[in-house]
């Protein structure tokens, strides 16, 4: 057997059977740290920094304990008078120093409060002091970053999440996103999701064969989402074909579906690129 069926089921073997694992492996590529935050002893706050500088954009920083007592970075731009909230999942290769740019310019265009966090082993975020060895980011751990990261959006920024946060969630991204939006207990006024995949296997096979690989089943998860779901998606997209954002697309409840935006002669992320004015329209 050859391919990617066959490469995969070599570097199971190769993990000791541990499906779980090589689909972590194959999804999660932190970069090096692109932001640092430092405590200040006096206010007691913690302060984002850009190439070891303050930013003169006002942002609220902290450090988040998740169920697994790991600690995530989380920031918040806020955008004066502003009652939306957007929780924003990146996606895989960056963290919220690299993102820093565009939330400024999504808070101020958009004006809404723009709150995102990074995964257990990206960015500042810290192991659990009981773990051992190197971080794995891990689907069930971003999971309970995104617990934490909802609840602390609840608890500082959003007064009622069902008609104020809204949740965004890019390439990787979605697969936090739809699994909050798809919860009865954490309601939310709305999802969209930007170059999202089926599901974690499928960017790579639609083979079933190999299903203990497969991690972010959005594909069976966006048919729950109790709110209005937008879908953005490159038509030129060569990691992430535009047919997963139309399949999606295809599943949402009807009265939850709006217009999506398939977006010609773009790929997966370069949406932006002399198209700002539309993209935030």
């Given at each position: 057997m050859g391919g990617v069926v066959g490469t995969l089921i070599?570097?199971?073997?190769?993990?000791?059977?541990?499906?779980?694992?090589?689909?972590?492996?194959l999804a999660f590529h932190p970069p090096p740290p692109q932001y640092s935050f430092e405590f200040d002893e006096k206010t007691q706050k913690y302060e984002f920094l850009l190439e070891g500088a303050r930013v003169s954009t006002p942002v609220v920083a902290n450090m988040i304990t998740?169920?697994?007592?790991?600690?995530?970075?989380?920031?918040?731009?806020?955008?004066?008078?502003?009652?939306?909230?957007i929780l924003f999942s990146h996606g895989n290769a960056t963290d919220l120093g690299a993102m820093f740019g565009f939330f400024v310019a999504m808070s101020k265009i958009l004006?809404?409060?723009?709150?995102?966090?990074?995964?257990?082993?990206?960015?500042?975020?810290?192991?659990?002091?009981?773990?051992?060895?190197?971080?794995?980011?891990?689907?069930?751990?971003?999971?309970?970053?995104?617990?934490?990261a909802y609840e602390w959006a609840k608890a500082n920024v959003v007064s009622d999440t069902k008609t104020?946060?809204?949740?965004?969630?890019?390439?990787?991204?979605?697969?936090?996103?739809?699994?909050?939006?798809?919860?009865?207990?954490?309601?939310?006024?709305?999802l969209i999701l930007h170059s999202p995949i089926m599901s974690g296997l499928r960017v790579l096979t639609l083979n079933r064969l190999m299903g203990c690989f497969d991690i972010f089943p959005n594909v069976d998860r966006i048919v729950d989402v109790?709110?209005?779901?937008?879908?953005?998606?490159?038509?030129?997209?060569?990691?992430?074909?535009?047919?997963?954002?139309?399949?999606l697309h295809k599943l949402v409840p009807?009265?939850?579906?709006?217009?999506?935006?398939?977006?010609?002669?773009?790929g997966h992320n370069d949406i932006m690129i002399n198209n700002d004015r539309e993209y935030f329209r």
């Open positions: 070599t570097i199971y073997c190769y993990s000791g059977c541990q499906g779980t694992l090589v689909a972590s492996a998740t169920s697994s007592k790991s600690k995530i970075p989380i920031i918040c731009i806020r955008s004066p008078g502003a009652k939306t909230s004006g809404v409060n723009v709150i995102a966090y990074d995964y257990t082993g990206y960015g500042m975020s810290e192991q659990s002091p009981d773990w051992e060895g190197n971080v794995r980011t891990t689907e069930k751990q971003v999971y309970l970053d995104a617990d934490a104020d946060l809204i949740l965004y969630g890019q390439s990787v991204g979605s697969g936090p996103s739809c699994y909050l939006a798809s919860d009865p207990e954490r309601p939310v006024a709305g109790a709110a209005p779901v937008f879908i953005i998606h490159g038509e030129q997209d060569m990691e992430v074909d535009v047919a997963h954002g139309k399949a009807d009265q939850y579906k709006r217009s999506p935006w398939w977006v010609p002669e773009r």
